[in-house]
C-alpha cells in the first residue's frame, strides 16, 4: 500500500510539471541543455522574466518548483541549465565536481550563465527590458559574477550563495543587487561578507545585504534539512527565512524592474 500511495504522488507531481512547465533544448559548443520555463495565465507589459539558476545539485524539482510559484505570482521564470541535460549530482561529491570549473573559471560561468539567458529571450512574452536573475547557493553565486561582469539585467538576487568571486568592476556593474544571507551560515565567513560589502560601496553600486536570523545555508529549500543530516553538511530549512527572504525578493523586484 506504501509503495502504491509513493508512487501515485510521484505521478502527480510529475504531472503538475508536465502541465505548466515547459522545456527547451539548446546546445553550446555541441554539449546538449534543457532549461524549463513557466508562464502566469495572463501576459502584459508588467510582466517580468525571473532567471533561476540551480543549487550545485544541478537543475532539479526545487528549481522548478519556484518556477511555478514564480508563474504563480504574475511572471514568467526560466530555470537555466548550467551543467547540461540531465546532470544532476547525488551527493556533495559529484556536485562539487560539477561545481568547481564554474568557481574557478569566471568566464566560463559567465558564458553558461547568457546562453541560457539568451534562450529565454526567444521565449514569446518575454520583455528584455524587464528581466531579473535569482541563485540559490552555487546559483547565487552564478548571478552574483554575471552582474559584475556586465550581463544584461536589471536586478540579481542571491539566496544563501557565495560571495567571495571576481572583484567588483563599477564600469560593468550595472544590475541593482540583493543578497539574502544566513546570519547562521558556515559556508559565508564574515571576512567574505565584508570584503563584499566594502567592494559594492566603493563601486557606488545599488546594493542591499539582508542577514536573516538563525537561518544556516539552503535555508530555502524545504529538502536541506534532510540533505544536511544525510551527509553531515551544516544546512537547514528556515521557514520563517524562506517565507520573509521571498517578501524581500518580490519587494526588490517590483521596486528595481519597472
Known amino acids: 500500500m506504501k509503495r502504491l500511495i509513493l ?25 546538449s541543455f534543457t532549461g ?35 508563474a504563480k505570482e504574475g511572471n514568467i521564470a526560466f530555470c537555466i541549465d548550467m551543467y547540461g541535460t540531465g546532470k544532476i549530482a547525488a551527493n556533495p561529491k559529484d556536485a562539487q565536481a560539477l561545481a568547481t570549473p564554474f568557481y574557478t573559471d569566471p568566464q ?11 534562450k529565454a529571450m526567444t521565449i514569446p512574452g518575454v520583455d528584455a527590458s524587464k ?10 553565486s552564478v548571478v552574483l559574477n554575471a552582474a559584475k561582469m556586465g ?13 567571495a568571486g571576481i572583484p567588483v568592476d563599477k564600469t560593468k556593474l ?15 565567513p564574515e571576512t567574505d561578507i565584508v570584503e563584499f560589502k566594502k567592494q559594492m560601496a566603493d563601486a557606488g553600486a545599488d546594493f542591499t545585504f539582508i542577514n536573516y536570523a538563525d537561518a544556516t545555508h539552503a535555508f530555502t529549500n524545504p529538502h536541506s534539512t534532510e540533505t544536511g543530516k544525510k551527509f553531515s553538511m551544516p544546512i537547514a530549512y528556515n521557514a520563517a527565512a524562506d517565507k520573509k527572504s521571498w517578501i524581500d525578493f518580490n519587494k526588490f523586484m517590483k521596486e528595481k524592474v519597472k
Open 151 to 163: 550581463a544584461p539585467v536589471d536586478a540579481v538576487v542571491s539566496f544563501h550563495g557565495g560571495l
Open 174 to 188: 550595472k544590475a541593482a543587487v540583493l543578497v539574502c544571507n544566513g546570519a547562521a551560515d558556515s559556508f559565508v
Open 108 to 118: 566560463f560561468s559567465y558564458d553558461r550563465f547568457m546562453a541560457g539567458y539568451n
Open 7 to 31: 508512487l501515485a504522488l510521484l505521478f502527480s507531481a510529475n504531472s503538475v510539471f508536465s502541465q505548466k512547465l515547459d522545456s527547451v533544448q539548446y546546445s553550446i559548443n555541441g554539449q
Open 36 to 70: 524549463f520555463y513557466a508562464k502566469p495565465e495572463k501576459l502584459s507589459k508588467k510582466t517580468k522574466t525571473v532567471l533561476i539558476v540551480h543549487e550545485w545539485w544541478g537543475l532539479n524539482d526545487y528549481v522548478k518548483t519556484r518556477a511555478l510559484q514564480i
Open 131 to 140: 528581466v531579473i536573475a535569482i541563485g540559490y547557493c552555487f546559483g547565487g
